[in-house]
């Protein structure tokens, strides 16, 4: 079976890029699984990242669903231990300093929530991750994909009893078939 491929984002320069657009119009009809959403903000966005790191996952077999996760289903998330240092550092600096000019910040202490769904795969325990090691899989039951800055913020709120935090919060569920 052949492995679909996204495009590459054509940029003439690292202050051109494509936009959304016309590299969504080039998506192949074999992934019509993947969210536009998802699209935009994973593949897209992350174009280089994803072409280097996420390119271990075969998304043509993933299925996405746009969940509600309360903030205890959202500390449920799991990501290796290295990660969720890294992530809960970025929300103890958030909640004690701010991170003024850095846009997802303000927004999500100004609404409590993420300014878009973080991605996260569903009892994946069989299949790698991008920061896999060795033979490491992803952890069960739900290990973040994408959003880790976003997750990491979240989980300062939490933590911190912030008062604007929302009590659920958009998550696009991924499950691989």
């Not at 994803?50 to 043509?60: L, Q, S, T």
């Not at 103890?92 to 973080?118: H, R």
């Amino acid at each position: 079976m052949k492995i679909m491929r996204p495009p590459k984002r054509e940029n003439k320069n690292s202050y051109e890029i494509e936009s959304f657009e016309s590299y969504y119009s080039r998506w192949p009809s074999e992934l019509a699984n993947v969210p536009e959403d998802i699209v935009r903000q994973w593949v897209y966005y992350h174009n280089e990242v994803f072409w280097e790191d996420f390119i271990v996952y075969k998304i043509e077999k993933w299925k996405f669903e746009l969940k509600e996760f309360t903030n205890g289903e959202i500390l449920e998330i799991l990501h290796y231990p290295s990660e969720i240092e890294h992530m809960d550092r970025n929300g103890e600096i958030l909640m004690l300093q701010g991170m003024p000019g850095y846009d997802t910040a303000e927004y999500m202490l100004e609404y409590g929530t993420f300014p878009c769904p973080i991605i996260v795969a569903k009892n994946a325990g069989a299949y790698k991750h991008s920061k896999s090691v060795g033979s490491e899989t992803m952890l069960e039951p739900y290990h973040l994909v994408e959003g880790h800055r976003r997750l990491g913020f979240v989980r300062g709120m939490i933590k911190h009893g912030y008062e604007k935090l929302k009590p659920s919060h958009e998550v696009w569920l991924a499950r691989i078939t």
